[in-house]
Every structure is written in C-alpha cells, then in structure tokens.
C-alpha cells in the first residue's frame, strides 16, 4: 500500500474515526479520560505512518519474518494486542462508567465495536482492517503508561524516542547492541519515510490546478 493510500484509507475508515473520538472526552461527559491536543490527522502522519512504514512497510496483512509473532501493519503480537484491546475496553466502558470487564455481552452492550471482541479471542492483527488496527494502536497509547501523543504531535518528543519507548516491544530486556540496532533501523526507515513523504507531497502539489500567481499548480509553501 503506498502512504498516499494508507493514509486515505485510515482517516476515513469508520473504526478509526470512532477511536478519535475519544480524544475529546467532553463529548463524553467524562473528565477523568483527560483530553487531548493531536487531531486525527496529526496522529496519522506524524505517529501511526512512521511507526507502520517501519514495522510493515505498511502492509496490514504483514506477518513477521522468519516466523515470529508479530502481524499487521505495527506488528502486534498476540499478547500486546490482548492488552492494546484491553485498554481499548477500559477507555470505552470507563467514558459510561462502567467497571472494566472482558465479558462479551457486557462489552457489546457497552458500545465496544465486534470486530475488537472478536480481536480478542482471536488476537491476530493481520485478519483485521487498517483502520481496525489503528484504532485499537490509538486506544493502547491513549492509556498506555508512560506515553503521551501530544509530546509527539506538539514536536516535544520525536518519533524516535516515542516508538523505541512506546511501541517497540523489545526496549525492555533486549541487550544493548540489539537496541542500538532497533534504533539505528527505525531511524533509516524514517528518513525513507519522510523522503517518500515529501515526494508524494510534491507530486500531490502539482497536481493541483493552477492558481493566480502560482504557475504550474506548485503551491506557495510560505
């Protein structure tokens, strides 16, 4: 999938946008939640592409190399996915007041989408939608401890730093080498990235039709 197309698919996917929701938690009624700065938009280019161009290319059918755990687009295992679903229903069950529960008729009742209660009796990532699998990676940050995407999204912490201490699984007990490695790695793949980004960017500017004082549709970047 190319990043134009991720991209698209994500922030009009109904899963995604139900998980946004819950970034403005006085809609609500529910202060506890706390609110957050980032917009759906932000969230997507400067968290979630970074992160899955790394993990999968972007690819949300993606299943690990060399036969490892990790499936879709962010490499979910299947235990991390169990706990990202699990915070998912405590953010959604907490916003009603409700005790947190895996109980499935509970959870339904309670709004939480099927596909996220089936998720979890079944917790393989590559069977579930882009937009599926960015809204349960939302729902973990959001009370993931430890992880804020305001730092983020507000240019107070890079992506760098939030994915070795917020998504990568191994930067608790992998050996030093391993993790100057993993560092080494997200940090091409984000140049990659971003040097895809601003290309299709390019692209996208002059595709637009031209406007007064702005020949060939290349839009004023000022």
């Given at each position: 999938m190319d990043l134009n197309r991720a991209r698209n698919v994500i922030l009009n996917d109904k899963d995604y946008q139900f998980a946004t929701e819950y970034l403005d938690n006085k809609k609500l009624g529910n202060k506890k939640l706390g609110n957050k700065?980032?917009?759906?938009?932000?969230?997507?280019?400067?968290?979630?592409?970074?992160?899955?161009?790394?993990e999968s290319k972007l690819d949300?059918?993606?299943?690990?190399?060399?036969?490892?755990?990790?499936?879709?687009?962010y490499q979910f295992e299947g235990p991390s996915l169990r706990t990202a679903l699990r915070r998912a229903f405590n953010t959604i069950l907490s916003a009603k007041d409700m005790a947190m529960t895996n109980d499935p008729v509970k959870l339904k009742k309670a709004g939480v989408p099927a596909y996220m209660i089936k998720a979890y009796n079944d917790p393989d990532a590559s069977k579930l939608s882009p937009g599926q699998q960015s809204a349960?990676?939302?729902?973990?940050?959001?009370?993931?401890?430890?992880?804020?995407?305001?730092?983020?999204?507000?240019g107070n912490q890079?992506?760098?730093?939030?994915?070795?201490?917020?998504?990568?699984?191994?930067?608790?007990?992998?050996?030093?080498?391993?993790?100057?490695?993993?560092k080494v790695s997200f940090s091409s793949h984000y140049?990659?990235?971003?040097?895809?980004?601003?290309?299709?960017?390019?692209?996208?500017?002059?595709?637009?039709?031209?406007?007064?004082?702005?020949?060939?549709?290349?839009?004023?970047?000022?």
């Open positions: 700065k980032s917009t759906p938009e932000q969230i997507v280019n400067k968290i979630l592409l970074p992160i899955a161009y790394h949300p059918t993606a299943i690990q190399k060399g036969g490892g755990p990790g499936r879709g687009m349960i990676l939302l729902f973990d940050y959001l009370q993931k401890p430890n992880t804020n995407i305001d730092e983020v999204t507000q890079t992506i760098n730093s939030f994915w070795y201490n917020s998504h990568w699984a191994g930067s608790q007990g992998s050996d030093f080498v391993t993790k100057m490695k993993r140049d990659e990235f971003m040097k895809m980004d601003n290309k299709e960017n390019r692209v996208q500017n002059i595709k637009q039709p031209p406007e007064k004082g702005n020949l060939g549709g290349i839009l004023d970047a000022r």
